[in-house]
Nanobody, 124 residues
Framework: QVQLIESGGGLVQAGGSARLSCTASGRTFDSYTMGWFRQAPGKEREFVGAINWSGDKTDYADSGKGRFTVSRDNAKNTVYLQMNSLKPDDTAVYYC?????????????????WGQGTQVTVSS
């Protein structure tokens, strides 16, 4: 069982930045593909970005390309989502997800473990 705990959400002004963190339990974090997703009120959960187990491959949804960066620190069992130039449309609960097994690429429905989410609100 893998537990994921997100942090770093809050209220941000449009045009500002935020960095989310997700820390995982377990001793094999360096074998996990990690993903970030978000869900806005009244909308389905959508893919934001992902990073492979070693950190040398990333993938992003079109909505975040050029603004969002996913990175990881395997020594700290932590994955990050750096969000710049935030827009009110980025307001959502952000979730991290993990898939053990050194798999890449990974479809949105393949992740085995999910965090509880952290709220990001972007004010105009």
């Amino acid at each position: 069982q893998v537990q994921l705990i997100e942090s770093g959400g809050g209220l941000v002004q449009a045009g500002g930045s935020a960095r989310l963190s997700c820390t995982a339990s377990g001793r094999t974090f360096d074998s996990y593909t990690m993903g970030w997703f978000r869900q806005a009120p009244g909308k389905e959960r959508e893919f934001v970005g992902a990073i492979n187990w070693s950190g040398d491959k990333t993938d992003y949804a079109d909505s975040g390309k050029g603004r969002f960066t996913v990175s990881r620190d395997n020594a700290k069992n932590t994955v990050y989502l750096q969000m710049n130039s935030l827009k009110p449309d980025d307001t959502a609960v952000y979730y991290c997800a993990a898939l053990p097994g050194r798999l890449w690429p990974v479809g949105s429905y393949e992740y085995d473990y999910w965090g509880q989410g952290t709220q990001v609100t972007v004010s105009s």
